[in-house]
């Protein structure tokens, strides 16, 4: 591996981490600045190519290891390469990579032989690197787990293979943020600079006043990526104005949104982009000590920021007087122990601080009074890792992206049920269709799409209706959703909305923390509302029918007041995953309140299971797995499920051998009035109340 630092460009060269020189990013790759030298150009110029894998001489074989290509079984694979190197007696260079976002598709491998563009292959599980690299080596392209080759035009092309820009998952995309994951060593501070990286650093320090980075940042239009959307340059505009010996800047790595991976797979990607990025906003800020609060469930992300900033302060990028312009730059980790509360701002300093993690009121801000008790300024991964390229290519360039209110991109984890999970990254404007459907490839196994919950446990779940909406900050209030940190899961038709709402509220009052009464007591007593929703007649006792009538009618009410008297964000946007299934998906909820039944299937106890006479054998295997003794029949001779007795568990279907068990078909009824204890079609909560109180109410309790 070159190290630049290692390779002075000429007898003159001075530089060292105790005696920065101000033009070493500018010297280490493009020779020296102080003096012509054509040998020292030409020297820095082999270095670059080299680290950019232009020039080599010996083959390389990439390997996914992130987190999620770790969980993919990448180690094996690893293992299998370095197995294959020694048995073959080979000469090649093996690079440990991040996540390139194509996660559907790990472990991922990719093969670069000299003079030839790199090749990138997917779902290699250990059993088939023997043959991808026999094939490769012998100058053949394998089709099968094929995903396409790097475009680069200085190094010859593989004669039919398809590029990797061109593939469905990749070809919507705008990747600046992560244009360096998946494809650089991570710990290799060389190879981010040798791509440009740092070069925003130094030209800040060098000709840029702090006001000055302030105002280019303001005028890219860049918002916060951590949810809240809040200018980024206008808050360090806050800080910078604010009067203090001591301000700190804050990193928030704290990614504690159900279904989120996008912070995680940047750092373990690409950290230098993140801490070039940070010291870019500690200098227009003017603070000279930075903390990245990230979980401890994050182990390889912290390994890798940990060996980030031993490599920027050797390389003196980090640490006293950074590139002898007297601006000095601290980074700690601080490690939190995963409670979502502490994305909250306010929380999140306090946990610095040592304290509980639990919000304070605002004002003051933390730009005002934050860390303690002085000025700090905080944003996610994502943010800081947007601000180099802003301030090396200009505002105009990013704001040209996007749209009127919200510029740039953006990056989302899409899970769920969609064929191609992973990280994504587009423009601000996209929509949700072409997110889903183009660069996810759409529902797997012939399902319909339902919903996307967007934005975490804040956010709400959007409808079919609304899938050509455009991703921006105010287009998805509109539809009582948010942008959030950027967590996209998708639902499809065999999903509860019921039961997703209840999910994201026990995840919500699980994580609150209990400081102000509406989010303490408010999202329990939904909690409690939706689990009477979702429970069956054999669980009900007494007055719980009445409870479950009367608690859905102030389901509305209640939501409300928690979003207006909560202390902080997590409490006034907790109802919203209610209030969004609510308004879209309000026959699902009338489904289970009325007609006691799961459109989906999903809730256990409102499900029941029925025998199809003409496959069943009469073998008795379902029988003896069910738990409740609900299944009766003799052998030889078609079973029956006993409805009251089915506890909707569903061993019966896992029991049985020729596919007879399926749930009971669900008609709705038709008429405009129910018989048997229910209502009018379409009535709900108002409606229900308005009918007793005037003393004319539809409903029987039995």
Wanted: glycine share 10%; proline share 6%; charged share 25%.
């Amino acid at each position: 591996m070159t190290h630049l630092i290692e390779q002075r460009c000429c007898d003159k060269c001075w530089h060292s981490a105790e005696r920065a020189c101000p033009d070493l990013v500018a010297c280490l790759t493009e020779g020296p600045s102080c003096h012509t030298d054509e040998a020292g150009v030409q020297m820095r110029a082999d270095a670059v190519a080299r680290l950019r894998r232009l020039q080599i001489v010996k083959p390389v074989v990439y390997a996914g290891a992130g987190t999620c290509g770790l969980a993919a079984g990448a180690a094996k694979t690893i293992e299998a390469i370095e197995a294959y190197v020694r048995a073959k007696s080979l000469d090649i260079e093996l690079v440990r990579v991040g996540c390139i976002g194509l996660c559907a598709m790990e472990p991922m491998m990719d093969i670069q032989m000299p003079g030839m563009t790199r090749v990138s292959f997917g779902a290699v599980t250990d059993g088939k690197v023997h043959e991808i690299l026999d094939k490769v080596f012998a100058g053949v392209i394998p089709k099968e787990n094929l995903v396409g080759q790097f475009r680069e035009e200085t190094l010859k092309p593989w004669p039919d293979v398809p590029f990797i820009d061109e593939h469905p998952f990749f070809a919507p995309q705008t990747r600046w943020v992560l244009a360096e994951c998946g494809v650089v060593d991570p710990l290799q501070i060389d190879e981010y600079i040798a791509r440009g990286g740092y070069r925003a650093l130094a030209q800040a320090l060098r000709s840029k006043t702090p006001q000055d980075v302030c105002a280019t940042v303001e005028a890219s239009g860049l918002r916060g990526r951590g949810g809240g959307g809040f200018p980024t340059g206008k808050k360090w505009q806050f800080a910078l104005k604010t009067e203090s010996e001591q301000k700190y800047i804050v990193c928030n790595a704290d990614e504690g949104d159900p279904g989120a991976f996008m912070d995680r797979a940047v750092i373990e990607g690409c950290p230098h982009k993140v801490l070039e990025g940070l010291a870019i906003g500690a200098y227009a800020i003017g603070a000279s000590k930075a903390y990245i609060y990230i979980r401890a469930e994050y182990p390889l992300a912290i390994k890798h920021l940990k060996e980030a900033i031993r490599q920027a302060k050797e390389y003196g990028l980090l640490g006293h007087n950074i590139l002898d312009s007297g601006f000095n730059l601290d980074v700690h980790i601080k490690m939190g122990a995963g409670a979502f509360v502490c994305g909250e701002e306010t929380a999140l300093l306090h946990s610095i601080e040592g304290k509980r993690g639990m919000p304070r009121p605002r004002p003051p801000f933390p730009a005002v009074k934050g860390l303690f008790g002085k000025p700090t300024v905080i944003n996610n991964v994502e943010t800081f890792a947007n601000i180099p390229m802003i301030l090396d290519r200009g505002a105009e360039w990013y704001a040209a992206v996007g749209t009127p209110s919200s510029k740039g991109t953006k990056v989302f984890a899409l899970s769920g049920k969609v064929s191609r999970t992973g990280l994504v990254e587009v423009a601000m404007g996209t929509t949700l269709r072409k997110v889903i459907f183009d660069i996810g490839g759409g529902i797997p196994n012939g399902k319909a799409y339902k919903a996307v919950q967007i934005g975490g446990p804040s956010g709400g779940c959007i409808p079919t209706q609304h899938l050509d909406i455009e991703i921006d900050y105010e287009s998805l209030k509109t539809v009582g959703a948010m942008m959030g940190s950027g967590g996209l899961v998708v639902m499809d038709e065999n999903t509860c909305m019921v039961d997703v709402a209840k999910f994201f509220m026990d995840f919500i009052q699980r994580e609150s923390c209990g400081k102000c009464i509406p989010c303490r007591e408010g999202t329990l007593r939904m909690l409690e509302i939706l689990e009477r929703i979702t429970r069956g007649r054999r669980s009900e006792e007494g007055t719980d029918p009445l409870e479950r009538f009367k608690g859905v009618m102030y389901l509305n009410r209640l939501a409300e007041v928690i979003k207006d008297t909560s202390l902080c964000g997590l409490g006034q946007t907790a109802p919203n995953p209610v209030l969004s299934t609510l308004r879209w998906f309000r026959d699902e909820y009338e489904a289970h309140i009325y007609e006691r039944h799961c459109p989906a299937g999903a809730c256990t106890e409102l499900r029941t299971f029925a025998i199809d006479p003409e496959k069943c054998t009469g073998c008795g295997r379902c029988a003896k797995k069910c738990p409740a003794e609900a299944i009766v029949g003799w052998p030889k001779k078609a079973h029956f499920v006993v409805e009251d007795k089915c506890i909707g568990c569903g061993a019966c279907v896992d029991a049985c051998a020729h596919d007879a068990v399926a749930p009971r078909k669900y008609e709705p009824l038709k008429s405009k009035k129910r018989t048997e204890g229910g209502a009018p079609r379409g009535m709900f909560a108002a409606d229900v109340f308005d009918g007793w109180s005037r003393g004319k109410s539809v409903i029987k309790m039995n």
